[in-house]
């Protein structure tokens, strides 16, 4: 009997690749792909790590591969950008066991920065592609990409989207098929990329796409659906789900091997149809590309090139009037933007970098929300580690006079990840910058992964457990300073000490991030007989604080008993003893 279970597009890939005798997976934890190496973790044949950062996940796999054994990486669509340092040269190199790159778009930047579309990466590193548009495929492709990563020697990069990462659907299951490694086989001239290997190398990259084009014409993951020949749309990943839809009797052109393209697979299906488009999110990647082959298709005059597709885009499209469409939230509802939850250590620190008028740096973490109001304690985010840079530069732009009114934030996980090297460049060239790492204990915003200034792995072994202090003692920073974020008053004077300081300096924000706790502190209430409506409470940005018949309020279901509202009260109205009447 067939087994059968409900799965994401995430938890397929892990299972395809637990099916495909993988035996090294690693990632840094980043949505919409987090969720890949956590269900991976629950296999224990699989060897499953989080890396400092996607650039070393990428190389540790290819490390595995050269010993022959078949390995996985995941990222976010931004990961492959830091990723792809190796990725450009290990396409040169080839792979001994199959490596398979797993990057997760974000279509709509539901979580993101930018909306970056990687099909480009494909091209670009001239590297086979893969495409799955629902569950099952997540998982069955995965071990049809070892294969082809494996037979043609080349690292392969399989796309998903937040929609297939996230969606969930019924796949059949298989059973694991050991690869045991096949072991190291030295080979100078493969591996070592001297520009006089790398030319040779570069030759052999180029016969590989021909051979891999020629593959993509038969590639069992490509197919031609034959319906009515009056429109033929070709199409890939989510967006084949839209069409089927929506447009139930067209011809289909399904790409899941989506690069290389096939020109005899294109000409076939476009010389079957009279009206030929192609539907896809993000860029025109595919429709450039047909049209570079001469021929006529329609598709970004129609299909948005911003945002997520869905089928009510696809239907406006094609401007067919009677598909029921999909319910879109009503207009006029009140805007819920993301807040810090209540309790969150960093409150306190934004609070005291708006009351210090500092100009901060920022970086990505959920302490980016910094930015909102009332605290507006965050000048830029650009990407992971970038503040730490930002604030150096700008101190070599505008002087010291500037740089000791400017701070960089950065979390811990992301410190480790890309903030390191851009202390050291501080304290190299003598800046007088000051980095605040805000260490909540975890990998916060993707679902609190552990990092190695946890001390745990991926599975919760101990492990070695980084230190801030000897860290930035290493580096050559002589003001390094440790706050408790909840006290309000000690962390301003360390910061304002830090910031004045003609030196580098660190100030580690050191508190559990407040989802953590598995005890909730009794919490607070505000005596109204007491409170003078001042209102100095809500400058923290608690969304469990609000006004209320004229007078601050607590809603003691959200409040985890902090105290950072009873540190600004001047009255005393905040207690955390509950009313008896209460």
Not at 124 to 152: G, L, W
Not at 187 to 213: F, G, M, W, Y
Not at 348 to 369: A, M, Q, R, S
Request: aromatic share 8%; proline share 6%.
């Amino acid at each position: 009997m067939v087994k059968k279970e409900f799965l994401s597009g995430n938890e397929a890939v892990a299972r395809g690749a637990y099916e495909a005798g993988v035996l090294v997976a690693s990632a840094y934890p980043g949505t919409p792909s987090t969720e890949i190496l956590e269900a991976i973790s629950r296999y224990p044949e699989i060897y499953a790590e989080w890396a400092p950062n996607e650039k070393v996940s990428l190389e540790v796999a290819f490390g595995a591969s050269l010993g022959g054994a078949r390995t996985l990486v995941a990222m976010k669509h931004v990961g492959l950008n830091v990723a792809a340092d190796p990725l450009f040269t290990i396409s040169y190199t080839g792979v001994k066991g199959g490596l398979v790159v797993i990057t997760a778009d974000d279509p709509d930047m539901h979580s993101s920065q930018n909306e970056q579309d990687n099909r480009h990466y494909a091209r670009a590193a001239k590297i086979p592609m893969i495409e799955p548009s629902d569950s099952q495929e997540a998982k069955d492709f995965i071990k049809e990409a070892y294969r082809i990563s494996e037979s043609f020697e080349t690292p392969l990069l399989f796309r998903m989207t937040t929609r297939i990462c996230h969606s969930s659907s019924i796949v059949e299951l298989g059973e694991r098929k050991e690869h045991p490694p096949s072991g190291y086989v030295k080979d100078i001239k493969k591996n070592v990329v001297i520009p006089s290997n790398a030319r040779l190398r570069h030759q052999i990259v180029e016969e590989r796409t021909k051979r891999l084009t020629q593959y993509a014409l038969t590639s069992p993951l490509n197919k031609i659906e034959w319906k009515s020949k009056e429109l033929g749309i070709i199409t890939s990943g989510i967006s084949y789900q839209y069409v089927k839809e929506v447009l139930p009797d067209a011809s289909i052109l399904k790409l899941g091997f989506s690069w290389p393209l096939s020109p005899q697979l294109i000409m076939q299906f476009a010389s079957g149809v009279k009206e030929l488009w192609v539907v896809e999110e993000l860029d025109p990647f595919l429709e450039t590309e047909i049209k570079a082959m001469g021929y006529k298709v329609k598709g970004k005059e129609a299909i948005p090139i911003l945002g997520e597709l869905n089928p009510n885009k696809v239907a406006t499209a094609f401007k067919i009037n009677n598909y029921p469409g999909i319910n879109e939230p009503e207009k006029g509802l009140p805007l819920r933007p993301p807040v810090l939850c209540p309790g969150c250590p960093h409150r306190g620190i934004f609070y005291n970098l708006h009351k210090l008028e500092l100009t901060v740096f920022g970086d990505i973490g959920c302490y980016t929300l910094g930015m909102m109001p009332p605290l507006e304690a965050i000048d830029t985010c650009i990407c992971m580690g970038a503040g730490v840079g930002n604030a150096h530069g700008i101190e070599k732009a505008l002087g010291t006079s500037f740089s000791r009114k400017a701070v960089a934030v950065i979390g811990d996980s992301t410190f480790i990840h890309s903030g390191i090297t851009g202390l050291i460049n501080i304290v190299y060239n003598k800046s007088t910058a000051t980095v605040v790492i805000l260490d909540n204990f975890s990998t916060a915003m993707t679902g609190h992964q552990p990092n190695p200034a946890t001390g745990k792995t991926i599975r919760g072994e101990d492990t070695f457990r980084l230190d801030f202090v000897k860290l930035a003692e290493a580096v050559g920073v002589k003001d390094v300073k440790v706050v408790n974020p909840f006290n309000l008053k000690k962390s301003y004077e360390a910061l304002k000490e830090a910031v004045e300081n003609p030196e580098a300096s660190v100030v580690i924000s050191r508190a559990p991030c407040a989802l953590l706790s598995k005890k909730k502190a009794p919490p607070f209430y505000v005596d109204a007989d007491i409170c003078n409506s001042c209102f100095s409470c809500l400058d923290i940005g608690c969304p469990a604080i609000a006004k209320k018949e004229g007078k601050a309020w607590i809603d003691q279901l959200l409040c985890v008993g902090c105290s950072l509202c009873a540190g600004l009260c001047q009255v005393g109205a905040i207690l955390r003893e509950v009313k008896k009447s209460e």
